[in-house]
Nanobody
C-alpha cells in the first residue's frame, strides 16, 4: 500500500506565497512521475505541475512563472512552491504519484488533498 501525506495548505492573501509538500511512503519501488492537481468547487480536476523521473517539469499555463515544482527523490517527496497567489488559485490541491511497488504494475496514487484558499 502506498501512502501520500500532503501538508502546507492554508489561507493566504492574494499576492502571498504558500509551499505544499507531499511525502510518499518508503515502500515505493520506482516512481515515474509526481505531480500536483487542483479542483475548485464546480470545476474539473486539473493538472497544475508535474515532474518526471528524469527531472523534466511541466506546468499549466495559468501558473507558469508563479509556481515551482521540485522533488527530493531520496525521500519520495514532491514540493510545490506557490508565489504571487491569486484568488483563482483557490482549490483543493492533490498530490499524485505514478509508480509501482515491487512486483506490481505501475499505478497512480493520490493524496488526501490539502485546501488552498486565497483571499482578495
Amino acid at each position: 500500500q502506498v501512502q501520500l501525506v500532503e501538508s502546507g495548505g492554508g489561507l493566504v492573501q492574494a499576492g502571498g506565497s504558500l509551499s505544499l509538500s507531499c511525502a510518499g511512503s518508503r515502500n515505493i519501488f520506482s516512481i515515474d512521475a509526481m505531480g500536483w492537481y487542483r479542483q475548485a468547487p464546480g470545476k474539473e480536476r486539473e493538472l497544475v505541475a508535474n515532474i518526471l523521473r528524469n527531472g523534466d517539469t511541466s506546468y499549466t499555463d495559468s501558473v507558469k512563472g508563479r509556481f515551482t515544482i521540485s522533488r527530493d527523490s531520496a525521500k519520495n517527496t514532491v514540493y510545490l512552491q506557490m508565489n504571487s497567489l491569486k484568488v483563482e488559485d483557490t482549490a483543493m490541491y492533490y498530490c499524485k504519484l505514478r509508480g509501482r511497488l515491487p512486483g506490481r504494475l505501475t499505478t497512480d496514487y493520490w493524496g488526501q488533498g490539502t485546501q488552498v484558499t486565497v483571499s482578495s
